[in-house]
């Protein structure tokens, strides 16, 4: 079946530094990708939806300066946490659409990222 | 828009049955999703409705109606690993980016 694979799973960094997840898909082609934020014992927060060679499209709230979000090609985005603050502390999950597929198989999650910021 | 909502927590014994709701107010329906997540882990998929009715996997069921924007999962014959969240998530439709929005999700203890 399809995989997504995000890394890094773990990171921990300083205060205003900046962290960069990738979500990469291995085996088809991701038209769409979306990224969510999960607090802990809350559900999974929709961030921002890219795809590919556009602006991704940031949900109201969400800092677009922030939060960079490039998708460069149909098996690679990356999410920039940009100047992070312990508040940015949360699990970060991309989950990607396949090209040409509007089924229950659409959508595959990557294993997210738990970032923690110090 | 999107407003799902589902009960936060939900304790069951082990061997028993429990029906998790979901309940959605959607401005574009295209599909219903049911989700278990872990602790710490990505969400895995359950199972999706798009028409009314009952879709069943296994041990695991869910019905949807579209009418009542209403839909709930059904878990029979629990087993200790099955303690999770279950996430509810709506689908938009093909305007609004086919973006899934997930209900709060609820938590699921199952007990010996």
């Known amino acids: 079946g399809a995989v997504v694979s995000q890394h890094p799973s773990r990171v921990i960094c300083k205060s205003g530094t900046s962290v960069k997840i990738e979500c990469r898909s291995l085996?088809?082609?991701?038209?769409?990708m979306f990224w969510y934020r999960q607090f802990p014992k809350q559900s999974l927060m929709l961030m921002a939806t890219?795809?590919?060679?556009?602006?991704?499209?940031?949900e109201q709230g969400v800092e677009k300066d922030k939060f960079l979000i490039n998708h460069a090609s149909l098996t690679l985005s990356t999410l920039t946490v940009t100047s992070a603050h312990p508040e940015d502390s949360s699990f970060y999950i991309c989950?990607?659409?396949?090209?040409?597929?509007?089924?229950?198989?659409?959508?595959?999650f990557g294993s997210g990222t738990r970032l923690t910021v110090v | 828009g999107q407003n799902i909502d589902q009960p936060t927590e939900m304790t069951a014994t082990e061997g028993a049955i429990v029906q998790i709701n979901c309940t959605y107010q959607?401005?574009?329906?295209?599909?219903l999703f049911w989700y278990q997540q872990h602790a710490g882990e990505a969400p895995t998929f359950l199972s999706y409705?798009?028409?009314?009715g009952l879709e069943e996997k296994g041990r695991f069921s869910s019905f949807l109606s579209r009418s009542k924007g209403y839909s709930y999962l059904l878990l029979k014959e629990l087993q200790m690993k099955d303690s999770a969240s279950y996430l509810c998530?709506?689908?938009?439709?093909?305007?609004?980016?086919?973006?899934?929005?997930f209900g709060g999700g609820t938590r699921v203890l199952v007990k010996p």
């Open positions: 890219s795809n590919e060679g556009s602006k991704a499209t940031y």
């Open positions: 998530a709506v689908r938009d439709n093909e305007a609004a980016g086919n973006k899934l929005t």
């Open positions: 989950s990607a659409r396949e090209v040409g597929t509007l089924s229950l198989d659409g959508y595959t």
């Open positions: 085996d088809f082609q991701a038209t769409t």
């Open positions: 409705n798009v028409l009314d």
């Open positions: 959607t401005s574009g329906f295209n599909g």
